[in-house]
């Protein structure tokens, strides 16, 4: 018989790709896609930039976009 409280250390990540988007800076566009999503999500472990894109108009970034992976862990009942 398998000892069940190995089983209950164990745990599930999961990983959702988002897009933050912000006027300032790529670095706040990533703070906001964290601050975003943890209205929705619970235990958020990390995020890791995928890429950095910007919107031009005249000439000029007008808005930073940063695509980021967010890791959280799945709860168990």
Known sequence: MKDIRVQEHLSVAKVVE????????WEEAVKNAVEAAAHTIRNIKGVDVKRWTA??????????RAVVKIAFIVERE
Request: charged share 20%; glycine share 6%; aromatic share 6%.
């Open 55 to 64: 919107k031009v108009e005249n000439n000029r970034i007008v808005e930073y």
């Open 18 to 25: 988002l897009i933050g988007s912000s006027p300032a800076s």
